[in-house]
């Protein structure tokens, strides 16, 4: 009963993370935060803005819980892999639009 109560909050934010490559956690109990202003290095224009990754950092002063100290590497790319291939798929379409000028036309 206790390990279950404990463990939803996690739990909460392992799904969006993996399932959905979002960050939901509104408490700040998990061990990752997001990262919203990012150096000016990595600035990008407004027009490839929409294809920038989601930059997260471990929270400072967090502990991993022991049942996620051997999974949270792997938890944490899951997600980044996620948003990768979600990003691979918008691309894609945005490319679709453009016309293709590699085609040789004889």
Known sequence: ???SHA????SVFIRSW?????VRDPYR???LDQVHDLPSIYALKESS???TLMQLKVREGSSIP???KNTC????????QLQVL???TETSRFLEQVPNFLIDSD
Not at 18 to 22: M, N
Not at 73 to 80: F, H, I, N
């Open 18 to 22: 993996i399932y959905c490559a979002t």
């Open 7 to 10: 463990y939803q909050p996690y």
């Open 29 to 31: 109990e998990f061990i």
């Open 49 to 51: 803005n929409d294809f």
């Open 1 to 3: 009963f206790l390990f």
């Open 73 to 80: 590497t792997a938890l944490v790319r899951a997600g980044q």
């Open 66 to 68: 022991c049942f996620l």
């Open 86 to 88: 979600l990003k691979l």
